[in-house]
């Protein structure tokens, strides 16, 4: 199912970070970061009767480190357990587990030769409503080049598979993207971002709505429907 839904943004209010090194001679982080937002449309809905928003809380902590190194590349491995709690709507509260992989490597150790990476990674995400229950696998390439000393260009395609307790939330996309930065003074970079994605998401509407606009998204995932939180 392709359904468009109106847009999501989240504004961080206040986020602080750390990390260090937990281990001597061994290349292993710590990183712990909080933030507060707010969600301008947590019922992922397309019309305006329906759209909702909640601020909430978040805490991620994030440990690891290079698991292999050669000659031409290196495996970096890390697992994050996360916490995220809502003012209002309770049943999106949620803590998650993610296992990430990442290998990047260089046929050419010159400055400006590019470099590849490949990634996997595997998120257990649980809500206080079970139906939201999730897997998410997640696979990625990435090309990165130096163009200069100033500019850097990186692109990269990604497929994300969610499978969840509630087939409604049972997503499936791929997304592209590229990126290009440039370093404008010693302190300051421009970061610039065009990102392409495709694939499944879930809305919601009222039953009123749906009647009114004749079906719309409400009968397009009536065959996986589920109550709402």
């Known amino acids: 199912m392709t359904i468009r839904h109106a847009p999501r943004y989240a504004l961080a209010l206040l986020v602080t970070t750390g990390s260090q090194a937990v281990l001597a001679d061994v290349d292993v982080f710590l990183d712990v970061d909080a933030s507060l937002g707010l969600d301008d449309n ?40 996360g916490l995220q709690k809502f003012s209002e709507y309770d049943g999106l509260n949620n803590y998650s587990l993610r296992l990430a992989a990442n290998y990047v490597f260089a046929f050419s150790a010159g400055i400006n030769a590019p470099w590849y990476g490949l990634d996997a990674s595997y998120t257990f995400l649980e809500f206080d409503s079970f139906l939201r229950d999730s897997d998410i696998y997640t696979v990625g390439a990435t090309v990165g080049y130096r163009i200069d000393d100033q500019t850097n260009l990186r692109t990269s395609l990604n497929y994300k598979a969610r499978e969840s307790e509630g087939v409604a939330f049972d997503t499936e996309n791929i997304s592209w993207f590229v990126n290009i930065d440039w370093e404008l003074t010693r ?23 749906a009647f009114s606009s004749g079906g719309g998204p409400w009968l397009a995932i009536a065959s996986s429907s589920v109550p709402k939180d």
């Open 42 to 81: 947590v019922t992922r809905a397309q019309e305006n009767v329906d759209i909702e928003y909640d601020s909430f809380a978040r805490v991620n902590s994030t440990v690891g480190g290079n698991l292999w190194r050669g000659r031409q590349g290196s495996l970096n491995g890390g697992a994050t357990l």
């Open 187 to 209: 302190k300051q970079t421009l970061y610039t971002t065009y990102k392409l994605q495709t694939g499944d998401v879930f809305s919601t509407a009222s039953v009123a709505t």
